[in-house]
Structure formats: structure tokens, C-alpha cells
């Protein structure tokens, strides 16, 4: 599977939008982006998932690049809940095993 | 519904004891997965058994690791001989099959502390 990479850390400030990137510029072509997440003391939630075009569910979108290199999580309206470590995770269609990385630990400030 | 759950949620172990961790996946779900998470790291894969079997032990460290899930519902990890570099987060997590569009669910894990 393909490597990603993350920046250590973000923050954000309450009610705006968290905009998370990864990049993922070895990703082949049937490889998906998942987005996870972990909340201290818990284990991994997943957020979404996509190919090649954008994605949106009641979580967040997702929106993956033309070229496919890198893709961006959106928290539309970010709450103190969603501070955690965020995992961008590109997934081969026939592998079943998820590779996580160092991931973004997500600061929302009040 | 209720979700995957895992017990104990902590374990203190002594060096060179064996253990035995449990993992109940979610109902109906055929696919299940064992992950090991070290402070201040992401998850680290072990195993993947769909059904019965195991499909995927690539990522279980040495010999002393093995795991079963003997009716393919309830999965139990098992450490023989534990060393201290095993104490981590053990997380359990399923699917409903296998296939890259089925979210992996995951339970909290059990915090393992070998002394």
C-alpha cells in the first residue's frame, strides 16, 4: 500500500472548518484514501472513504485531487469533540489489513 | 446494536507469564482483526481471520503470538512468555466482510503492562 504522509499537528478554533491534508503521491490506481480517527482512550472510528471522486457523509467530505496525490478532510463545523488523532490510510482493493501512520492529532481550541 | 467488545480492558502481567485476550466482534460480522497499538504510535496490523481462519498473520511479531477464533465469532490473542516490550494497546476490530468497502469497527482495546 501506498505511503502517506501527514502533518504532526493541527489546531483549529471552534465552529470553523478543519481542513486536514495528506499526501499520497505513490497511491496506484484501484488504491481508496480512508480517514480514521481516535479519540484518546478509544479505539480507531472510521470517517470516510473515496477513489477518486469527492465524498460526503454526515461526518465530512473528502475531497481527493485530480491526480490523485493527495487528498483533503474537511470538518465542516469542528467541535471540542472532534479533537483526536486523524489517519489518513490508502487501502489496495484486495488488502484487507489497514497501515496506519503517525497520523494528525486535531486540536479544537474553544 | 452493541459494538465490539473486548476484555479486560487492562492487564498487568508479570515477564515470562502467558495471557489471553478477548475479543466479541459485532454480530454477523465475518471478518476480524487484531492490531497493536504502542504509545504515541498508530495501530500496527497483526492478524485478519475471515471466518474461521486465519487469512492474514503476516503481522504477528514472533511465536510467542497466536491468536484463534475456534466458531468464528469471539477471537482470542494469545502471549506466551510475555516480554516487556509486548505492554501495549491490543485492539480488536470487525467487519462485515472482507473487501476494501467494509469499515473496520473498532472495539477500545485492552491495555496490556508486562512488569
Known amino acids: 500500500d501506498a505511503k502517506t504522509t501527514q502533518p504532526p499537528s493541527m489546531d483549529c478554533a471552534e465552529g470553523r472548518a478543519a481542513n486536514l491534508p495528506c499526501n499520497h503521491s505513490t497511491i496506484s490506481g484501484n488504491e481508496y484514501v480512508y480517514w480514521y480517527r481516535q479519540i484518546h482512550s478509544q479505539g480507531p472510528q472510521y470517517i470516510i472513504h473515496g477513489l477518486k471522486n469527492n465524498e460526503t457523509n454526515e461526518m465530512a467530505s473528502l475531497i481527493i485531487t485530480e491526480d490523485r496525490k493527495s487528498s483533503t478532510l474537511i470538518l465542516p463545523h469542528a467541535t471540542l469533540r472532534d479533537t483526536a488523532v486523524y489517519y489518513c490510510i490508502v487501502r489496495g482493493e484486495g488488502a484487507q489489513k489497514l497501515v496506519f501512520g503517525q497520523g494528525t492529532r486535531l486540536t479544537i481550541n474553544p | 446494536g452493541a459494538g465490539v467488545s473486548q476484555t479486560p480492558s487492562n492487564k498487568v502481567t508479570e515477564k515470562g507469564k502467558y495471557v489471553e485476550l478477548r475479543c466479541d466482534p459485532i454480530s454477523g460480522h465475518t471478518a476480524l482483526y487484531w492490531y497493536r497499538q504502542s504509545l504515541g504510535q498508530g495501530p500496527e496490523f497483526l492478524i485478519y481471520f475471515q471466518g474461521t481462519g486465519a487469512a492474514d498473520d503476516s503481522g504477528l511479531p514472533n511465536d510467542r503470538f497466536f491468536a484463534v477464533r475456534p466458531e468464528g465469532s469471539v477471537s482470542t490473542l494469545k502471549i506466551q512468555r510475555t516480554e516487556r516490550g509486548d505492554s501495549a494497546v491490543y485492539l480488536c476490530?470487525?467487519?462485515?466482510?472482507?473487501?476494501?468497502?467494509?469499515?473496520?469497527?473498532f472495539g477500545p482495546g485492552t491495555r496490556l503492562t508486562v512488569l
Open positions: 476490530a470487525s467487519s462485515l466482510t472482507y473487501g476494501v468497502w467494509n469499515e473496520q469497527f
